[in-house]
């Protein structure tokens, strides 16, 4: 009967140090392959760990349960050789430096008479187990949130560097574990307080990393930010210029009037048909004659785009409804919203097929105060999504997906959203903006 309540718990542990390795795991990989493998996975090892245990074999447990855990994770996540390897061996060097460090404390307290237990016998040693799963259950929760935010994912060249701490940790603590005690109290303090320490600064690295990687990334953004920023400005520039020729031409346009009045009084036909012939070729060369909307700035970006799309072999139909309030959004901002949206729907549209390329954009006042601006392109690479939020799907995504990222900010400086949806073969962008903005949003 003593043999049946001593396994139980023994099972029990075991399911414990599944249920953690998976959890480490999770934090790092975003999941497992399939509920399917988990299930067999963690019925196989857990009935493998127990008949290893029972034959308590300190040595046969070094060697045979970290090759059962390194098969369990290739088995359930489906990753790498190398990063399977990896951190199999930081889980089970760290979540064993916790029984290393754990033995030194009670050694300590034992000696001092502080709390007599001897953990070695069979009567203390749950006792000694469910202490130890707390700490490792505490530890566990510290590091898994950095673990997250650390993206790791499949990347072994980072996980080599992960490697050393945790192994140095588990070579010193049980070197002081097969070290005699040492008699004078100072010493057994240093060596507890050091060996608590010791296993605790792994989570410490994992926090310093974390922190690390939030910096560099933020870096990263804003230098993508600052290169698109400058990218954006230069757009601006060119809209300035092709601006500057339109009010050039209707400073001109009533000095060519009263000549044409002049002219016809006169009945010179022939030359007024001249001056009409010259001033729409050089109007044509020089900038679109397209014109939709009042606002010198967005019209100049639909005709820079809907140029841009045509170079492109695109079918681009762009209707914008009259007496639009387009007024409260600054020049800059018109130029990245209305700009990048449009690069985005003339970047899909050209991966299709002759005949195929097809964007259709429609500028509207939903009511007195919500400006619509809809985009309906078609596409050939199928969009990549996480949750709600559309991932890039170019190879240097790193220097990718800032256009949306810009656009959502301003969406939400201006009261309104962006939204993306996939419908009836069409890849569809709504932007909505505000002009009723509360003041000081702006």
Excluded at 83 to 91: D, P, R, S
């Amino acid at each position: 009967m003593d043999v049946i309540m001593l396994s139980i718990p023994r099972l029990l542990f075991c399911v414990l140090d599944i249920y953690m390795f998976c959890r480490f795991f999770k934090a790092i990989f975003d999941g497992f392959s399939s509920m399917r493998r988990l299930s067999i996975g963690c019925v196989l090892i857990a009935i493998l760990s127990f008949i290893i245990n029972s034959f308590g074999l300190t040595g046969l447990n070094l060697v045979f349960i970290p090759i059962l855990y390194f098969g369990f994770a290739l088995y359930v996540f489906q990753i790498p050789v190398g990063c399977a390897l990896v951190y199999t061996i930081i889980f089970y060097t760290i979540f064993a430096g916790g029984e290393a460090a754990l033995e030194i404390i009670f050694r300590f307290l034992s000696q001092n008479q502080i709390f007599m237990i001897a953990w070695q016998t069979s009567e203390n040693e749950i006792f000694y187990f469910v202490i130890d799963y707390i700490l490792k259950y505490f530890y566990l929760l510290a590091i898994e949130r950095p673990l997250k935010k650390l993206e790791i994912k499949k990347e072994q060249k980072f996980a080599w560097y992960l490697i050393v701490i945790p192994i140095s940790t588990i070579i010193i603590l049980s070197s002081f574990m097969y070290m005699e005690f040492p008699v004078g109290y100072l010493q057994q303090v240093l060596i507890s307080v050091g060996g608590l320490l010791l296993y605790f600064s792994n989570a410490v690295i994992f926090f310093i990393l974390e922190k690390y990687h939030a910096i560099m990334k933020q870096i990263e953004e804003d230098r993508l930010y600052k290169i698109k920023q400058e990218a954006e400005d230069e757009n601006i520039q060119n809209i300035m210029e092709l601006n500057e020729k339109y009010r050039c031409y209707m400073h001109d346009f009533h000095s060519y009037l009263n000549n044409i009045r002049l002219l016809a009084l006169e009945g010179e036909t022939q030359a007024i048909i001249n001056i009409i012939n010259e001033k729409e070729g050089i109007m044509q060369e020089d900038v679109n004659k397209d014109f939709y909307c009042a606002n010198s700035v967005l019209n100049t970006i639909f005709v820079e785009y809907s140029a841009k799309a045509k170079s492109r072999g695109i079918q681009i139909e762009i209707q914008a409804e009259k007496f639009l309030n387009v007024d409260f959004i600054s020049d800059a901002d018109i130029v990245s919203l209305f700009g990048n949206l449009l690069n985005n729907s003339i970047e899909a549209a050209e991966q299709c097929c002759d005949g195929e390329r097809i964007i259709k954009v429609c500028l509207y006042m939903g009511n007195q105060f919500i400006l619509v601006f809809r985009i309906e392109n078609t596409f050939k690479i199928k969009p990549h999504w996480q949750g709600n939020k559309l991932q890039t799907t170019k190879k240097e995504s790193a220097q990718h997906g800032l256009g949306i990222g810009i656009v959502r900010k301003l969406a939400h400086k201006y009261g309104g959203v962006l939204t993306l949806e996939e419908k009836n073969n069409m890849f569809v962008t709504i932007l909505t903006i505000s002009s009723k903005v509360r003041e000081g949003k702006i």
